[in-house]
């Protein structure tokens, strides 16, 4: 039996059997949702632009409107664009994650020197397990007698990084939204867990995906080489 409510209020996540009326060849009205009285979904009188730019803001509403009320076109394109800015900002040393590295490693360079650095009571890098991927996280200088194919080549790598960095980061979400079941009533979207849960469960995904991107950019530099 076919669903004869297709659709989801961006507002509630209630189901909707249509997004608007045809009153005639220019004439359409929105459909208001049942449940809490208000547009279904307003997106839809939206340009894409203003859509993709609440999908970066984390616009609950938007995400409803891209994955149940329109089919995928060209919005994987905003995937791409968002893993580059993230790479364009390791790859200048101008993130957080940057900071997080050059702290716990102790690397201090010309390209560090306006950068925020935190001292730890005790220097991480000495690790066994990290004293490897520290010493390759250590950049060289940036001056004007570098090949600037060898930059190129390491902003690949480094998008390829945070690519499987970000795949790590689905995967571990997923994985613990399955191990969460049995505890939430809530089994299927995120944001509709405990606070606890999601923040502990976004908590340990980030960690894994930076820890991915830490030990894989190293390892793919060596290869690279």
């Not at 989801?8 to 060849?25: H, S």
Request: with cysteine; hydrophobic share 45%.
């Amino acid at each position: 039996m076919a669903d004869t409510k297709p659709y989801k209020c961006v507002n509630c996540g209630e189901a909707a059997a249509a997004l608007f009326r045809n009153y005639g060849p220019s004439v359409l009205k929105l459909t208001k949702c049942e449940e809490c009285k208000g547009v279904v979904d307003k997106y839809i009188e939206y340009d894409p632009v203003i859509v993709m730019i609440d999908l970066v803001l984390m616009s609950r509403e938007a995400q409803r409107h891209v994955i149940y009320n329109i089919e995928f076109k060209s919005y994987w394109k905003l995937l791409i664009i968002l893993i580059m800015l993230e790479t364009y900002g390791v790859w200048r040393s101008d993130s957080l994650f940057n900071i997080a590295i050059n702290t716990m490693c102790g690397i201090q360079t010309n390209n560090t020197v306006n950068m925020t650095h935190l001292s730890l009571p005790i220097n991480l890098s000495e690790s066994e397990l990290l004293r490897n991927s520290c010493l390759a996280w250590t950049h060289e200088e940036k001056t004007e007698d570098n090949d600037l194919f060898i930059w190129e080549k390491d902003f690949y790598i480094q998008f390829t990084s945070t690519f499987l960095g970000i795949v790590m980061f689905i995967l571990t979400v997923q994985s613990l939204m399955k191990l969460v079941k049995p505890v939430t009533s809530q089994r299927e979207i995120l944001y509709k867990c405990p606070v606890v849960v999601t923040a502990l469960i976004l908590a340990v995904s980030n960690i894994v995906k930076n820890a991915t991107s830490f030990h894989i950019t190293p390892l793919m530099r060596s290869y690279a080489l």
